[in-house]
């Protein structure tokens, strides 16, 4: 095509008014003088599209094929989730704010018992941190197989996706076990977790310990040979760590553009400090970095897990301080003091004295942060989750300007935003 | 974090800018006017505290000022976080927008969603934002949700049943 005869297109994605001729005369609009015409369309993309990964929507601004802009509009989710939480005491709270981020669920949990454990200052035994790891790292293996087998349908692969929830099922199968629920399990608890873990869980464990990296290695092995899947990502839509880091985004996005930063390591909580595991980083910060780095976390959580389970120490699984946990259920039969404690932690809950805390943990999609004010009753005066999810979606217009709409599909996929942790 | 000396000397160095300190829990607060937040930022960045981790509203009902503006502000290489809180009054709830670029130095791109967001769930108003807009609620939404005076629950749902003049045009 004529170079004159490109359109103007405008900063910000405007309109532009048509093609313009060299001699200043208005080009023909019915195209007859032969000239090809182009001009911006606004696509609206979502909320309701399979390939959304949620309700997000997107309005696109496209000149061809080519991504011009893009602006996400989110909101279609929004349940008041923090406003619900003032209303509730401190222990009723979990399991609303669980139901954010509904694929990491335990991780939302995990943020909000460490905040109000700061602001408690209650100590968590060891085998609760320990109990903890575990189900965090099997919770990041089931959020990470979601995003394979949902990233894969996506690129065009189906038959990913029922693998995928085949390993996550043993997962759900686990927290049953452990909890009770497949999902949303309330096993977390402000001082330690709710339950032991029953007999039998260990071997179940172990055996899918021996499982997940084989099938990780299959699902490597399926989607790195095929020609198609790389031609998506390979190269797509990548960003820099620095524009990354303006943009606020952590997690494996940020790490896929070789900066290691993840929290587990840089600021350990929870005993993270007492396991060896590794980073995977990736180098361009593309597509195909991206869905590297989260398939190699698989096996990193899996070595966590591994050492977590070993080195389980004997103890309590939840603190003893009767101001925050429940009683044992054996001591409300013969002791006055559990009985009231009980009544007064069911009925009323535990005051928490006044302050605020931000307590940042690493979410399979980033810093996931819990900020609880407290106003020294027995509900939080403020609940506020810094969600991984809301933060990184600010980066896609940014990584696909000038992409094509087909990449804007593998970049969605491979950012993994979850619209119940956008929206709350 | 710095440690409580620490945030004395960084208050210091700040001058009249930073209004009070916090050392609650291990955790360091900077509490900041508000009208030099920006420049507050800027000076934090300049002392490596690059990343702004987060943006967070609150209300302090009832006292005043009542709405409280907090900016989480992490040094990746030190691994160390202040906290920065600017606390705005009910009756003028303005304050500087941190997402564009100014005169006084370069922005913090991340701030966007979250100031709009808090501009949605407080109503504080972030002067010179781009696009300062509802972002979770619906654009026509009155009220602000996340005010502690803003009730809990009562509000109509938006079925046809729920409207008068509907329901009697559906009769």
């Keep these: 095509m004529n170079a004159t005869r490109q359109p103007a297109v405008t900063e910000g994605g405007a309109r532009a008014p048509g093609p313009t001729l060299p001699d200043g005369q208005a080009a023909s609009s019915d195209g007859r003088d032969g000239a090809l015409r182009q001009e911006l369309l606004t696509l609206n993309f979502g909320p309701h599209h399979p390939a959304t990964h949620g309700v997000l929507r997107l309005l696109v601004t496209l000149e061809g094929e080519v991504v011009r802009d893009l602006k996400p509009v989110i909101g279609y989710v929004h349940t008041g989730i923090e406003k619900t939480a003032e209303d509730k005491s401190y222990w009723k709270v979990i399991p609303v704010v669980e139901r954010m981020d509904y694929l990491s669920y335990y991780f939302n949990a995990m943020a909000f018992c460490a905040a109000v454990e700061a602001l408690v200052e209650v100590e968590i035994p060891r085998r609760a941190q320990y109990l903890r790891v575990i189900h965090l790292e099997l919770n990041r293996i089931a959020s990470h197989l979601i995003w394979l087998g949902t990233g894969a349908l996506e690129l065009g692969a189906v038959s990913i996706f029922l693998y995928c929830l085949r390993e996550r099922e043993l997962i759900l199968d686990l927290f049953e076990m452990s909890s009770g629920q497949r999902m949303h399990t309330r096993y977390f608890q402000v001082g330690g977790v709710i339950e032991d873990i029953p007999s039998g869980f260990e071997r179940k464990l172990r055996e899918f310990l021996a499982v997940m990296p084989k099938r990780a290695d299959e699902y490597g092995a399926i989607l790195r040979s095929n020609e198609i899947v790389l031609q998506r990502l390979r190269g797509t839509c990548p960003l820099d760590a620095e524009t990354l880091l303006g943009l606020g985004v952590t997690g494996p996005l940020l790490r896929a553009a070789g900066n290691p930063w993840d929290l587990r390591k840089a600021a350990p909580y929870s005993s993270y400090e007492e396991f060896d595991f590794k980073i995977p980083v990736g180098s361009v910060g593309d597509n195909y970095d991206r869905f590297a780095v989260r398939l190699a976390e698989i096996y990193e959580s899996v070595r966590i897990i591994e050492q977590a389970i070993d080195g389980l120490p004997e103890g309590q699984f939840i603190t003893t301080d009767r101001k925050v946990a429940l009683p044992p259920r054996h001591e409300l039969a013969t002791s006055m003091e559990a009985l009231i404690h009980h009544f007064k932690l069911v009925t009323e809950g535990f005051r928490v004295p006044p302050g605020e805390v931000y307590e940042p943990i690493e979410s399979p999609r980033g810093e996931l942060g819990c900020y609880v004010r407290s106003d020294g009753s027995s509900k939080p005066a403020r609940v506020h989750m810094r969600d991984p999810s809301f933060v990184n979606l600010q980066a896609l217009a940014h990584m696909v300007k000038g992409s094509y709409i087909a990449d804007l599909i593998a970049t969605v996929a491979m950012l993994d935003p979850i619209l119940g942790g956008i929206d709350r | ?171």
């Design chain 2, 1 to 171: 974090m710095p440690d409580a000396p620490g945030l004395e000397l960084l208050a210091k160095e700040l001058g009249d800018a930073a209004l009070e300190t916090v050392y609650f829990r291990g955790r360091a607060t900077l509490i900041v006017d508000p009208r030099r937040i920006r420049s507050v930022l800027a000076e934090l960045r300049a002392r490596g505290y690059g990343f702004l981790a987060s943006v967070h509203g609150v209300d302090h009902y009832p006292e005043e000022p009542r709405l409280g503006v907090i900016y989480e502000l992490l040094d990746m290489s030190r691994v160390d976080r202040v906290t920065v809180k600017a606390r705005v009054p009910l009756e003028e709830p303005v304050i500087d927008s941190l997402t564009p670029d100014a005169d006084d130095g370069p922005g913090w791109p991340t701030a966007d969603h979250q100031e709009r967001e808090i501009y949605d769930m407080f109503g504080v108003v972030f002067r010179g934002h781009p696009e300062l807009r509802r972002i979770l609620m619906p654009e026509d939404y009155e009220g602000y949700p996340q005010r502690r005076d803003f009730p809990v629950g009562g509000e109509p749902v938006f079925f046809t049943y729920n409207d008068p003049a509907r329901r009697a045009a559906s009769r």
